[in-house]
């Protein structure tokens, strides 16, 4: 069936470091691929989102792009901050209804 | 304008009693969606509803658990004789429709004791 697969975590990072969560997938067609984040306290928001091949999603400085020879859509980002210490899921939607979630990656960046 | 929002955020409960979570979506999305979320894994989806209709629930773990959408907008989850296992944060999201950007509830964090 369709899933995803996450990097564990958790991951700590200093002000400034570039960051790269890895994603993979598996799903028998070709979904739409995620990033959502959740900080602190607050619900799930979308990061990013690409909906085919070679797609790159962007966002807050954040970048995704979908691999459909890797089946990867891993997130990176070039220079990470304190604010962007949160909880990191992705996520595929193939069927339209249903999003499969990866278990999540906790990012703390220190000063 | 409101986000999607739940209530209780939390609920503590005793082994065997039934509970019930609500969600209030944006205003104006057809489309509503329940996942469960237990302590260091993803949401799991739960239940689709598309309007008042249940479109999809192949994911209710078993009949225990129950969903409704009367009027298309307000859905409560309902859970007979919970279960220690049924403890978790209980997501609840809404979209303006199938297979479009889904928005989040800051959940429910149900305890089972």
């Known amino acids: 069936g369709d899933s995803v697969t996450q990097m564990e975590g958790p991951v700590t990072l200093s002000e400034e470091a570039f960051l790269t969560i890895n994603c993979t997938y598996t799903?028998?067609?070709?979904?739409?691929l995620f990033w959502y984040v959740q900080y602190p306290g607050e619900g799930l928001q979308l990061l990013l989102k690409?909906?085919?091949?070679?797609d790159k999603g962007s966002n807050k400085g954040f970048e995704a792009t979908y691999r459909k020879e890797t089946t990867s859509f891993h997130l990176e980002k070039g220079s990470v901050q304190v604010s962007d210490s949160a909880v990191y899921f992705c996520?595929?939607?193939?069927?339209?209804?249903?999003?499969?979630f990866g278990t999540g990656t906790s990012l703390t960046v220190i000063p | 304008g409101a986000g999607v929002s739940q209530t209780p955020s939390n609920k503590v409960t005793e082994k065997g009693k039934y509970v019930e979570l609500r969600c209030d979506p944006i205003?104006?999305?057809?489309?509503l969606y329940w996942y469960r979320q237990s302590l260091g894994q993803g949401p799991e989806f739960l239940i689709y509803?598309?309007?008042?209709?249940?479109?999809?629930d192949s994911g209710l773990p078993n009949d225990r658990f129950f969903a409704v959408r009367p009027e298309g907008s307000v859905s409560t989850l309902k859970i007979q004789r919970t279960e220690r296992g049924d403890s978790a944060v209980y997501l609840c999201?809404?979209?303006?429709?199938?297979?479009?950007?889904?928005?989040f509830g800051p959940g429910t964090r149900l305890t089972v004791t």
């Open positions: 999201a809404s979209s303006a429709g199938q297979g479009t950007e889904q928005y």
């Open positions: 799903a028998t067609g070709y979904p739409s």
């Open positions: 690409a909906t085919k091949a070679d």
């Open positions: 996520a595929l939607l193939y069927t339209g209804n249903q999003f499969y």
């Open positions: 205003s104006g999305h057809t489309a």
């Open positions: 509803f598309q309007g008042t209709g249940a479109a999809d």
